[in-house]
T-cell receptor
Framework: GNSVTQMEGPVTLSEEAFLTINCTYTATGYPSLFWYVQYPGEGLQLLLKATKADDKGSNKGFEATYRKETTSFHLEKGSVQVSDSAVYFCALILNSGYSTLTFGKGTMLLVSP | NAGVMQNPRHLVRRRGQEARLRCSPMKGHSHVYWYRQLPEEGLKFMVYLQKENIIDESGMPKERFSAEFPKEGPSILRIQQVVRGDSAAYFC??????????????FGPGTRLLVL
């Protein structure tokens, strides 16, 4: 089946530090990849996505590159802010046929001033 | 355009009671999805509905759980005879009638169910 594995949290950083949250996947077909963010007490919001190999998704200073050879989609940001504190979920969906979103367990990010 | 709305935001039930969770999709959206998030877990797909039809219920427990999305009104996730293990956050998402609606989901704020 399909699965997504994320690094365990919490990830604790100081403001302006560099962020990497690792995500790897297994899929029975060719997937699109997503990062969602969940702020405390809220639902998930789509942060960025990539639909094919070597695509780079980017939004709000976050980036992730679809690496088919390593089946990875690591999330990066050059300089985090306190307001980035949230839980980040990596997810996939197959590009063909019927498929539902498969999520990783989420990684909590805590940024201190 | 209001986002996906869920109510109640918090629900407390005693074991054996029924829980009814409501989801109003975004305007113009005809696809609704329900997910469950257990503590320190990711979201797990439960059920996918279109108006008046269940498209995929492969993630729904076979007993006590049911879902509907009537022609008029919100989608309802119903849990009968709740047990402590049902305590979780339940999220609804909706998507427009596009070619691959599952790829374009907008999530609601969730209902936190606590079973005492």
């Amino acid at each position: 089946g399909n699965s997504v594995t994320q690094m365990e949290g919490p990830v604790t950083l100081s403001e302006e530090a560099f962020l990497t949250i690792n995500c790897t996947y297994t899929a029975t077909g060719y997937p699109s990849l997503f990062w969602y963010v969940q702020y405390p007490g809220e639902g998930l919001q789509l942060l960025l996505k990539a639909t094919k190999a070597d695509d780079k998704g980017s939004n709000k200073g976050f980036e992730a590159t679809y690496r088919k050879e390593t089946t990875s989609f690591h999330l990066e940001k050059g300089s985090v802010q306190v307001s980035d504190s949230a839980v980040y979920f990596c997810a996939l969906i197959l590009n063909s046929g019927y498929s539902t979103l498969t999520f990783g367990k989420g990684t909590m990010l805590l940024v201190s001033p | 355009n209001a986002g996906v709305m869920q109510n109640p935001r918090h629900l407390v039930r005693r074991r054996g009671q029924e829980a009814r969770l409501r989801c109003s999709p975004m305007k113009g959206h005809s696809h609704v999805y329900w997910y469950r998030q257990l503590p320190e877990e990711g979201l797990k797909f439960m059920v996918y509905l279109q108006k008046e039809n269940i498209i995929d219920e492969s993630g729904m427990p076979k007993e006590r759980f049911s879902a509907e999305f009537p022609k008029e009104g919100p989608s309802i996730l119903r849990i009968q005879q709740v047990v402590r293990g049902d305590s979780a956050a339940y999220f609804c998402a909706s998507s427009p009638p596009v070619q691959r609606p599952q790829e374009t989901q907008y999530f609601g704020p969730g209902t936190r169910l606590l079973v005492l």
